[in-house]
C-alpha cells in the first residue's frame, strides 16, 4: 500500500531540519505534499498541521497523529575558546552525539557548519579521553571557522538560544532497513501520509470524520495538547520499542497496551489488536516503562477521548535508529484499517 511513494518521500521529511520549536521548514514540506494529492490543511497557533476529512458517518470523530518534530541541540553558551556548550531539546542519547557534524542556525539566518564533540576529544592529548562521560555536559560543538575567543563567535551573530542541527544521516538499505536519526517519529509522519494518499487515490473515505494531525512539540511533552475536544477516540501514531524483554521487533507495529503515564483504553487497544490479528498484520503487544505519546499529552489537556497507540518498532531509539520498511508498511496497513473498518 503505496510502499514507493513512501520511499521517495522519506528522505524529503527526513533531511528536513525540525527539533522541537522549529517547525516551519518541516511544515512547508509536508505542506506540499498534502496539497500535491488535494488535501486542505491548516496550520495552528502551535504549528501543528491539522487536516479534517469526512466520513461516511459525521457523527462521530476520531482522530490520528504522529510528531514531526525531533530531538536537537540549542546553544547554551560560547566558552572563552570560541566552543560552544549545548543544552538539549527533548532526550537524545548524547554519547551517540559525539563526533557528528551539525549547523550552527542563528536568528539573523546566517548558519555556520561545526563539530560536536567531547570536551576531551583527542587520545593524544587527554589521558581519559576514552573513559570521560558524554552527557550534555560534556559536549561541545567546534566550529568551522576561524574563531578563537567568545567575541569571535559573537562576531558572527551565533548567540545563546541558536539551535544546533545535527545530521540524520537517512538511509534505506537494499534489504529495505531504514537507519536514520529521528525515525521517531518521522517513520510514522510517513506512514500516515501514505495512508492518506491510498485514501485520496482511491476515492476511499474514512468510516467516521477524522482529524489528521502532524504535530510538534512531542519531544518536549506537550504535542498533541491542543487537539480538539471534540473528539471520541484518538490512535497516535509513534514508534515502538526494541530491546531488553520486549516483544518489539523491527518487521512489526507494536500495539502499546501500556506506558509510564500508564494503560492506554482498554477497547480501543483490543479493537486494534484484533484489526490486526483478523487481518494478517504483522503485530506484537507491548509495555513501554520509559516512554510518553501524544495520547498522555491529550488527556492531561483534558481531552475525553479512549486513547491507543501504535508504531514501527524502532531499534536504539533516541541514538541512531533502525527499523525495517517492513514495520512501516505494517503500521500503515493497521492505521486504514482503523480508519476505514
Known sequence: MQEKFVEKIIP?????????????????????????MG?????????????????????KTVATSAHADTLGLMVRSINADGTLNLTNIGGPLTPTL???????????????????????????VFENAKTEIRDIDHLRVRIDERVKTKEDVLKLGINNGDYVLYDPKTVITESGFLKSRFIDDKGSVCAILGVLKELKEKNIKPKYKTYVYFVHQEEVGHGA??????ISEFVTVDMGCVGKDLAGN????????KDSGGPYSYNLTTKLINLAKDNDVNYVVD???????DIGAAWRAGVDCAGALI???????????????????????????????
Open 311 to 341: 508504531g514501527p518498532g524502532v531499534c536504539a531509539s533516541h541514538g541512531m535508529e533502525r527499523t525495517h520498511m517492513d514495520a512501516i508498511y505494517a503500521t500503515m496497513k493497521l492505521l486504514y484499517l482503523y480508519l476505514t473498518k
Open 98 to 124: 559525539e563526533g557528528e557534524y551539525c549547523k550552527i542556525v542563528t536568528r539573523f539566518g546566517k548558519e555556520y557548519t561545526g563539530t560536536i564533540l567531547s570536551d576531551v576529544p583527542s587520545v593524544h
Open 287 to 293: 509495555i513501554f516503562p520509559f516512554y510518553g505519546s
Open 12 to 36: 524529503e521529511i527526513f533531511l528536513c531540519d525540525s527539533p522541537s520549536g522549529y517547525n516551519d521548514k518541516v511544515n512547508a514540506v509536508i505542506g506540499k505534499i498534502l496539497t500535491d
Open 39 to 59: 488535501y486542505e490543511y491548516k496550520i495552528m497557533n502551535k504549528g501543528t498541521i491539522f487536516i479534517s476529512i469526512d466520513g461516511v458517518d459525521n457523527s
Open 250 to 257: 523491527e518487521y512489526a507495529v507494536s500495539i502499546a497496551a
Open 225 to 230: 495538547s491542543t487537539v480538539d475536544a471534540s
